[in-house]
């Protein structure tokens, strides 16, 4: 019997792992390396913006916000919206656009990333976060990320299968390296990005992420983003509270998909560019002078809700006035993500709904509901549950209370799902018409698009 195979392949290792030749994986590594560089150099613009802003140096920037008087609140806004309407604008009109949407080239083969106007475009991304604009910071360095892979691409002429594999190895690598979570980061490309698990996908994803990750650390930090107390294994009452409340956050997440599809189709185009972006960064300054955790891409706003006590009705109004602030922005024409603002979203919302549950069932921590929230809204929110719920786990360290986390984020996705086929990332895209097979490709290994509701 020597020689003979037993048995039969597992179906997640076909034998397209032996398409990718020696020179894919050194891109792979190489574009890592270009992943954490440009995280550094994005984190970098954004803390220096921050600093001239409200003089933050450490520790939660809404807090910083918060010291600063009144008046210096709305400036500040002011100033950012600004300043991004004018950016945006000269962008677009003089120079030729943002640099390209990775998501587009990748799920739907069209398209191309420019590294220069995409790094031009993510400095002036962290600019609007670090001046108060309620997005996230993740996408800059998941663009950069992703345009670095797209260069070393077209630089050693990959074929295009390859080459859209690099790209999402890149996006994720940038998102790993900007909040520590390598695993996630690895999950994000294939699972968003790919929308398959298989051995030739999983490998050069979790290579890049980690690269760019251990290059980070030269300058960003190698800890946990979020610090949450030690949680309890799970008890009867926050099962039942995940079973019930997962259905909700769903509903949630649906409306909240929703209200990002009607921002991304209502963007301002030519000179509005220049007036509403300021018109809506003022109108959040004045919000913020008494909501200051509103005020950025809601790292605060999660550890808030992580560990704050706050009652109802400031759960309640934090709970509406994120996703609306998120919208408005977005609206407004910002560029920027919505990782980290679904996330604060869900965590929010996920203490509010737990603060009720004690009222009926008292016996657990107020962390646990908002961790749980956070992870199952923001699974139904990208349409990826693997990736959410390392995502989750990555940031918070809450491995206790796994099953519950489980729990809400099947009901969450399975309700979702029922009312709006869209993602956060989908709904940011028109709709287009699937793409035929590309000659060589039979949909079973790298570069097959994700498949997404319109």
């Given at each position: 019997?020597?020689?003979?195979?037993?048995?039969?392949?597992?179906?997640?290792?076909?034998?397209?792992?032996?398409?990718?030749?020696?020179?894919?994986?050194?891109?792979?590594?190489?574009?890592?390396?270009?992943?954490?560089?440009?995280?550094?150099?994005?984190?970098?613009?954004?803390?220096?913006?921050?600093?001239?802003?409200?003089?933050?140096?450490?520790?939660?920037?809404?807090?910083?916000?918060?010291?600063?008087?009144?008046?210096?609140?709305?400036?500040?806004?002011?100033?950012?919206?600004?300043?991004?309407?004018?950016?945006?604008?000269?962008?677009?009109?003089?120079?030729?656009?943002?640099?390209?949407?990775?998501?587009?080239?990748?799920?739907?083969?069209?398209?191309?990333?420019?590294?220069?106007?995409?790094?031009?475009?993510?400095?002036?991304?962290?600019?609007?976060?670090?001046?108060?604009?309620?997005?996230?910071?993740?996408?800059?360095?998941?663009?950069?990320?992703?345009?670095?892979?797209?260069?070393?691409?077209?630089?050693?002429?990959?074929?295009?299968?390859?080459?859209?594999?690099?790209?999402?190895?890149?996006?994720?690598?940038?998102?790993?390296?900007?909040?520590?979570?390598?695993?996630?980061?690895?999950?994000?490309?294939?699972?968003?990005?790919?929308?398959?698990?298989?051995?030739?996908?999983?490998?050069?994803?979790?290579?890049?992420?980690?690269?760019?990750?251990?290059?980070?650390?030269?300058?960003?930090?190698?800890?946990?983003?979020?610090?949450?107390?030690?949680?309890?294994?799970?008890?009867?009452?926050?099962?039942?509270?995940?079973?019930?409340?997962?259905?909700?956050?769903?509903?949630?997440?649906?409306?909240?998909?929703?209200?990002?599809?009607?921002?991304?189709?209502?963007?301002?185009?030519?000179?509005?560019?220049?007036?509403?972006?300021?018109?809506?960064?003022?109108?959040?300054?004045?919000?913020?002078?008494?909501?200051?955790?509103?005020?950025?891409?809601?790292?605060?706003?999660?550890?808030?809700?992580?560990?704050?006590?706050?009652?109802?009705?400031?759960?309640?109004?934090?709970?509406?006035?994120?996703?609306?602030?998120?919208?408005?922005?977005?609206?407004?024409?910002?560029?920027?993500?919505?990782?980290?603002?679904?996330?604060?979203?869900?965590?929010?919302?996920?203490?509010?709904?737990?603060?009720?549950?004690?009222?009926?069932?008292?016996?657990?921590?107020?962390?646990?509901?908002?961790?749980?929230?956070?992870?199952?809204?923001?699974?139904?929110?990208?349409?990826?549950?693997?990736?959410?719920?390392t995502m989750t786990l990555e940031l918070t360290h809450t491995l206790a209370i796994t099953a519950p986390i489980l729990l809400a984020a099947v009901g969450a996705n399975l309700v979702a799902r029922r009312l709006d086929l869209r993602s956060i990332y989908s709904a940011r895209l028109a709709p287009v018409r699937a793409a035929p097979p590309e000659d060589g490709e039979d949909g079973s290994g790298p570069g097959r698009p994700a498949p997404r509701g319109t």
């Open positions: 019997m020597s020689g003979e195979r037993r048995g039969t392949a597992q179906p997640n290792v076909p034998s397209r792992l032996a398409d990718l030749p020696p020179r894919f994986w050194v891109l792979a590594v190489a574009t890592g390396i270009g992943a954490g560089v440009g995280a550094m150099v994005m984190m970098g613009v954004l803390r220096a913006v921050q600093h001239l802003a409200f003089g933050y140096h450490a520790g939660e920037y809404s807090a910083a916000a918060a010291r600063a008087s009144d008046l210096r609140i709305v400036v500040v806004l002011a100033a950012g919206g600004l300043v991004t309407g004018v950016g945006l604008y000269l962008l677009r009109r003089f120079g030729g656009g943002t640099g390209g949407e990775p998501t587009e080239v990748v799920w739907n083969r069209e398209g191309e990333l420019s590294l220069v106007r995409t790094l031009l475009t993510g400095a002036l991304s962290e600019l609007s976060v670090a001046m108060g604009c309620s997005i996230g910071r993740e996408a800059a360095p998941q663009r950069t990320g992703a345009a670095a892979g797209a260069f070393l691409g077209r630089r050693f002429s990959l074929p295009p299968e390859q080459r859209r594999l690099l790209i999402a190895c890149g996006a994720g690598a940038g998102l790993g390296a900007v909040y520590n979570v390598p695993f996630a980061g690895g999950l994000f490309a294939v699972e968003i990005y790919l929308g398959t698990l298989s051995l030739p996908i999983v490998l050069p994803a979790l290579l890049t992420s980690t690269v760019a990750t251990a290059v980070s650390w030269i300058t960003l930090p190698a800890h946990t983003v979020y610090l949450v107390p030690r949680l309890a294994n799970p008890t009867l009452s926050l099962m039942v509270f995940a079973a019930l409340a997962g259905p909700v956050l769903g509903l949630a997440s649906a409306g909240y998909i929703r209200l990002i599809t009607w921002a991304s189709d209502h963007r301002p185009k030519g000179r509005l560019l220049l007036v509403e972006p300021l018109v809506v960064f003022t109108a959040l300054g004045f919000v913020a002078i008494a909501y200051p955790l509103l005020l950025g891409n809601g790292v605060d706003l999660a550890q808030f809700a992580f560990t704050g006590s706050a009652g109802l009705l400031t759960l309640l109004a934090l709970s509406v006035l994120k996703p609306v602030a998120t919208g408005a922005c977005l609206r407004s024409g910002a560029t920027g993500g919505l990782f980290t603002p679904t996330m604060s979203f869900g965590a929010v919302f996920g203490a509010l709904l737990g603060q009720l549950w004690l009222l009926v069932w008292p016996g657990h921590e107020s962390a646990s509901f908002a961790v749980i929230g956070a992870a199952a809204l923001l699974t139904a929110a990208i349409e990826a549950p693997l990736t959410g719920i």
